[in-house]
């Protein structure tokens, strides 16, 4: 049987080591746990850094995959099959946006919302170049993803970028409103910063956001991968922060754990998209479109059940602030996604946390970040919770 340590071995040889990996080998999961070679069992309030919408080996997604595995895969785009359209009535429907375009993964998502705004403009007879982007927010590593992405270290080594792409340093309303200018194609927008630490954006800002599109005449992109398909608790987050996006990208919880990208564009954006401008192999093949299609019909069964384990969630995690005042600052998030910033070193309790048998991780040395699966429970949410104090009690000491 090959073992963890051959498994790192033979990885250290032959895998790209872009990857910094922890050191455990999962090898199957069950509900809300996975469980590594030796069995031990871990409580997963990560799901796969917000993908495993439904947990592992949900009974139901594992049905309907099986059967789509058994009936037909993929086609291509060349020709018709019955589940796209269904997947993009129902996701316009929820979305109120007009039509969807489907591709795999959230950096895609987002280079094609780039491509579309400038095929918009292109379109109105006056090309704009600029897109302007939040501080802190990611949009992926692919090239124009990456000009939109704020964090320095991940841009860097692969520049030039996009030269006419700018990241905000601030959340200053004026900021923003000073960058947005009549060459400004679309301003783009995470709801919630995931990757820059569970950061809603402040209501001021989501005004002048609001203000600057309106002033320019510039689209709005919201980037929903991971704040989208349900995980704040509504369908996308922007319209609860004020936000009527033209293009919004969603990806992650989508498929459930299928590679699922998807893009949802107002008609005034989709029409002046061409046959041939834009396309994909892979996008909306009929595995990627049953996932999603099926995640959309068990999510309805599972809102109740969401709402409570958020509301315990952060009731849990707030009383963990009153507790320990001096270590856990601030806790932010909504619904489904929460990050608490602490003053020990964040990696230090995922690893206290890792050895205690409860997943979650760190968006940088002082923000830890939870993205349970929707299947979470109050009582689930009490084991983590009460494993994350013993973790920092664990690191403190
Ligand atoms: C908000 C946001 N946008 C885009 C991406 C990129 O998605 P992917 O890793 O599927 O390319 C991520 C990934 O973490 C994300 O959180």
Request: net charge negative; charged share 20%; glycine share 8%.
């Amino acid at each position: 049987m090959t073992t963890a340590l051959d498994v790192r071995a033979l990885e250290a040889q032959r895998l790209l080591q872009n990857y910094r990996r922890f050191p455990v080998v999962f090898t199957r999961g069950e509900g809300i746990r996975l469980f590594d070679e030796d069995g031990r069992p871990y409580l997963d309030f990560l799901s796969g850094i917000g993908v495993a919408s439904l947990g592992h080996a949900h009974p139901v997604l594992t049905r309907a995959l099986t059967d789509q595995a058994a009936t037909l895969l993929h086609t291509s785009n060349l020709y018709y099959h019955p589940l796209q359209a269904e997947l993009a009535q129902r996701l316009t429907t929820l979305s109120g946006l007009d039509r969807a375009f489907f591709c795999n993964s959230g950096t895609e998502a987002i280079e094609a919302c780039l491509k579309f705004a400038r095929r918009y403009w292109y379109t109105q007879g006056q090309p704009r170049s600029k897109f302007v982007a939040l501080w802190h927010g990611f949009h992926g590593r692919t090239m124009g993803a990456l000009s939109v992405t704020w964090d320095a270290h991940y841009r860097t080594p692969f520049e030039p970028l996009v030269p006419t792409a700018t990241t905000l340093d601030s959340d200053d309303p004026e900021a923003l409103l000073a960058a947005v200018d009549a060459d400004t194609a679309a301003i783009v927008v995470e709801p919630v910063r995931g990757e820059g630490g569970v950061r809603p954006v402040p209501a001021p800002l989501a005004s002048a956001i609001a203000d600057a599109c309106r002033r320019s005449g510039a689209l709005l992109i919201a980037d929903e991968v991971q704040s989208g398909s349900w995980r704040t608790g509504t369908f996308l987050h922007a319209p609860s922060i004020g936000l009527e996006p033209d293009l919004v990208a969603l990806a992650k919880a989508l498929g459930a754990g299928v590679p699922v990208g998807a893009v949802l564009l107002r008609e005034r954006v989709a029409s002046t998209v061409a046959a041939g401008d834009h396309g994909t192999t892979y996008g909306g093949n009929l595995l990627a479109c049953r996932a999603a299609l099926t995640f959309l019909d068990v999510v309805d069964t599972l809102h109740d059940r969401m709402r409570a384990a958020s509301a315990r969630l952060f009731e849990r995690l707030r009383a963990l602030q009153a507790a320990r005042p001096d270590i856990v600052t601030d806790v932010r998030g909504a619904g489904l996604i929460a990050g608490f910033e602490v003053t020990v070193d964040a990696l230090a309790v995922v690893n206290a946390a890792l050895e205690r048998g409860l997943i979650v991780n760190r968006t940088s040395n002082t923000v830890l970040r939870l993205l349970p699966p929707y299947i979470v429970t109050p009582a689930d949410v009490d084991d983590a919770v009460d494993i994350l104090d013993q973790a920092i009690g664990a690191v403190v000491s």
